[in-house]
């Protein structure tokens, strides 16, 4: 009579048993937290444990599992930022760096080409005017023997630049293939360094992905407000060391060839005009940190790598007296006067900095500067109260949704209805076991589905009791009638839940943010339903029958 | 006999084709009107969907719209809507204002220093005021999401239209998925004739209903296929009154389950997701109706081939020949 093997049994235990298990520690989220957060800072510090810390760890049974369901923005508060990377950017500065190439190759068949000027373009297209028409050709030539092959796996065997002509002028721009590799390049530099950003700051598990070809989503839980986090990333911290040429009021002011008029970042009115080639820029420094100068006001010191150091010694040697500018993405910080050839490598930068301005130019320079500007999409700020009322709320709501449901489950099918809802209860622990192990993210949206899964589980408990009774009016034998129960409603349940299942794939796979997480646990909740909905109903049912062995039942 | 919750009777021979022309008359008309609504009034689109800031604000003090909005007079936004929420759920003095702005130049997000501005006005009014959320979403963004969620839309229907095609019959794949529709549209329609605020979670919600009233569909079907093999010469329209009264039981429960369940998070699930479970509400209820008044229907019009001579010398290669149960 129901008779199902032992191991399959043993299986479906097993399983319910593990549910309820891994479950167990959301229902006691701060402890657990308290603890996992101990467990970290003391692998962190070598083992090392404070008394606050092994209260902590004491919080929470360390032999029972410890995943958390995460909690998602919504339900947390925190920062979200959806930035764009402006990857064209760095084509433009390649076909910056490239002129002084161009020319000096030229320079070496002036005979043939001519003079050579450089003509106004549009960012990232280098545009030469050649003087003499007929060299044109061997002018094409020694630019395109500047070109390398382009290092990435699609692109093998073209070479990074496009050379042209136009009537007297060679046109020169990044080729295709080169610019695909340049963007994955630039995207992977920009996480890395919001992520040591991010990182620096030091909150828990931020995200930092990739989104399509040029974006990337920052999702930083416990940070106060979007814009804060914004300051954090959104500056390119590109720091050059450039001579200075001279120092004007007029914003207008010519600069000159080669030389940029940059506004002074704390005198009003004030203009430097520096040279663009800088003397040493940040990526030679190897350490910054906040500082004090002497007359105790904050400041940042630095020090330079070897290379970096060699260039900025022989650079003061050779000017002292002379003014140089701390030029700060594209705003002069402060353009003291050598007073001495500064050997060694280190140094400080002052300014009218505060406290928090000085560390946080430290931390910016230290993670380096970003390869690209970035343009901010979206964004969002949820206040940890906002997220703490809806997790509330949302507990409330499902409680009272569990209650409801299993009340009238139990009104409809009496001890089978038990049996549902016992499979019910166990439904919930699955769904939260697996959100736990797989390390998934629980939002509002995703609460929501959960309640809505409480609905729809005790469906194919539904279908299978209705054909049951059905079956039990066609006097087939109580054991029978079950069987085919389960049976004759199985091809419904299959095709109805798969149809959700279908719907779920498409909102994870298309969705953004919360729904993502809806989609999850819309998904989860469907499997999990269905498990215990069927075999673990199917063997409390089998049990029951074993035991009791009734001549006749009530559905 | 131990007393049991009947909500329908143990045998019921319903004529589910009777008023036709009245439930599925009824189902067309209101499709109409929600087209017309959509198309008239227009949805109530969220910042997700059109750009823009919202600011949700939260404040001991009892919240004067009036002077909220002259508070904000003459600060460099555009377009300004400040709405009062009200829940259950709120503490005795606890005052949540939604205010959604847009900036001089429409479509665009109102920038950081506006904003500070905004907020500064509204603190100066009420000092008690607190900005619990804060969200900016930039026209680039809120273009791409309208087009992956229609994408969705279509994808999930697609696809839903396939495996029913593949498990069933054609005719069953194109009945359950204009069901489908009738249920998505006409929940869009509420949603435009109430002005109901429609963003993100809202496509969310219309997607779950694809799911869900497709799941009721397919119980009914199911039905029907079995009793189409049982029942090999009885009238088509017959043998779907015996499969709708068979199913009808489980019909009403699963749905009151559903509604009972969506319901606790209608009332008790706090205002940020209310949009969203009503969206859910009304499309179990409707999938409910269509699965019974529309998706059938559909299939009757249409019309199904349950011969079981073959044809063009070819064994019958539908669903209902051959089949030994």
Avoid at chain 2, 206 to 232: A, C, M, P, Q, W
Wanted: proline letters at 4%; charged letters at 20%; aromatic letters at 8%.
């Amino acid at each position: 009579m129901l008779y199902s093997p032992l191991w399959k049994r043993l299986l479906i235990l097993a399983l319910c048993a593990w549910g309820i298990v891994a479950s167990l520690p959301n229902l006691f989220y701060t402890q657990v937290e308290a603890h996992n957060d101990a467990t970290t800072a003391i692998a962190a510090n070598a083992g090392v444990a404070t008394p606050e810390q092994t209260a902590d760890l004491a919080k929470w049974p360390s032999f029972l599992p410890s995943a958390l369901v995460n909690l998602g923005l919504d339900l947390r508060g925190g920062a979200h930022l959806l930035a764009e990377v402006q990857v064209a950017d760095v084509y433009a500065q390649r076909i910056d760096s490239l002129w002084p190439d161009v020319r000096d190759a030229l320079r070496d068949v002036r005979d043939q080409v001519g003079a050579v000027r450089r003509m106004p373009s549009v960012p990232g297209v280098l545009r030469v005017s050649v003087g003499n028409a007929d060299g044109m050709a061997v002018a094409v030539a020694k630019v395109q023997a500047l070109a390398s092959p382009v290092v990435s796996l699609t692109g093998v065997g073209q070479k990074d630049l496009e050379v042209t002509t136009e009537g007297q002028e060679i046109v020169v721009q990044l080729s295709e293939p080169e610019r695909v590799a340049t963007d994955t390049r630039t995207m992977q530099q920009s996480l890395e360094i919001i992520r040591r950003r991010v990182d620096a700051v030091g909150t828990r598990e931020p995200t930092i992905q990739r989104e399509g070809t040029d974006r990337i989503l920052i999702q930083v839980p416990g940070l106060g407000s979007a814009a804060e986090l914004k300051a954090i990333i959104g500056t390119t911290a590109k720091l050059t060391f450039n001579t200075v040429v001279g120092r004007t009021t007029n914003p207008a002011a010519d600069p000159g060839p080669r030389n940029s008029l940059l506004a002074s970042s704390d005198e009003k009115d004030v203009y430097y005009i520096v040279a663009d080639e800088p003397v040493v820029s940040g990526e030679e420094l190897t350490d910054a940190q906040p500082s004090f100068d002497q007359n105790s006001r904050p400041a940042v010191s630095f020090k330079f790598n070897v290379s970096g150091a060699r260039k900025f010694g022989e650079y003061t040697s050779a000017n002292i007296g002379q003014p140089f500018a701390i030029v700060l993405d594209d705003k002069v910080i402060s353009a003291p006067t050598i007073q001495s050839a500064i050997q060694g490598g280190s140094g400080i930068i002052t300014g009218n900095f505060t406290l928090e301005e000085s560390t946080n130019l430290a931390v910016l320079l230290r993670a380096g500067a970003l390869p690209a500007k970035m343009n901010f999409l979206e964004e969002r700020t949820i206040g940890p109260e906002l997220g703490q009322d809806s997790i509330d709320a949302g507990k409330k709501a499902a409680v009272i949704g569990v209650v409801a449901v299993s009340l009238f489950m139990l009104a409809s099918y009496g001890l089978f209805g038990l049996f549902a809802n016992i499979a019910l209860v166990i439904n919930m622990a699955l769904i939260f076991a697996v959100l736990s192990s797989i390390g998934g993210t629980l939002t509002l949206p995703g609460i929501a589905g959960i309640v809505l899964t409480i609905g729809m589980a005790v469906d194919a408990n539904v279908l299978v009791y209705e054909r049951i009774r059905e079956e039990l009016r066609v006097h087939k034998t109580t054991a029978r009638a079950i069987e085919i129960g389960y049976e004759r409603a199985m091809s419904a349940i299959v095709d109805a839940n798969i149809t959700t299942l279908i719907t779920a794939a498409v909102l994870f796979f298309l969705g953004a943010g919360p729904v993502r997480g809806f989609a999850v646990t819309l998904g989860i909740g469907i499997i999990t339903s269905v498990f215990t909905a069927l075999l673990v109903t199917r063997l409390i049912i089998s049990v029951w029958f074993n035991w009791r062995k009734p001549s006749e039942i009530v559905v | 006999m131990a007393w049991r919750l009947r909500l329908a009777p143990e045998k019921t021979n319903f004529d589910f084709f009777r008023h036709q022309w009245l439930t599925f008359g009824g189902s067309v008309l209101l499709m109409l009107a929600a087209f017309l609504f959509w198309g008239t009034e227009g949805l109530n689109y969220g910042i997700d969907f059109k750009g823009g800031t919202t600011l949700r604000t939260d404040s001991s003090q009892p919240i004067d719209v009036g002077a909220y909005r002259q508070a904000m007079n003459g600060l460099p936004v555009g377009d300004v809507v400040i709405t009062e929420v009200f829940d259950p759920s709120f503490r005795a003095d606890q005052h949540v204002a939604m205010i959604r702005l847009s900036s001089v130049e429409a479509d665009q997000a109102v920038s950081e220093t506006d904003l500070a501005a905004v907020k500064a006005a509204l603190t100066n009014l009420d000092p008690a005021i607190k900005f619990v959320s804060e969200e900016t979403v930039g026209p680039k963004v809120s273009g791409e999401l309208v087009y992956t969620s229609i994408l969705a839309m279509v994808v999930t229907s697609v696809g839903i239209m396939l495996y029913i095609w593949m498990r069933f019959e054609w005719q069953f794949a194109l009945g359950g998925v204009l069901a489908l529709l009738h249920d998505v549209f006409i929940t869009v329609g509420i949603f435009a004739f109430f002005q109901i605020k429609f963003d993100l979670t809202i496509v969310a919600a219309l997607l779950t209903i694809l799911g869900y009233s497709i799941n009721d569909t397919v119980v009914v079907f199911d039905r029907l296929r079995e009793n189409l093999v049982k029942y090999k010469t009885m009238p088509l329209r017959d043998v779907m009154n015996l499969s709708v009264n068979e199913t009808l039981s489980r019909t009403i429960m699963t749905s009151l389950t559903t509604l009972l369940a969506v319901g606790s998070m209608m009332v008790f699930g706090g205002d940020v997701i209310r949009g969203f479970s009503f969206a859910i509400f009304m499309g179990v209820l409707l999938g409910t109706y269509s699965s019974v008044y529309v998706a059938k229907n559909i299939v009757l019009m249409i019309g199904l081939d349950r011969s079981e001579k073959p044809k063009n010398g070819k064994p019958s290669d539908h669903e209902f020949a051959n089949i030994d149960a």
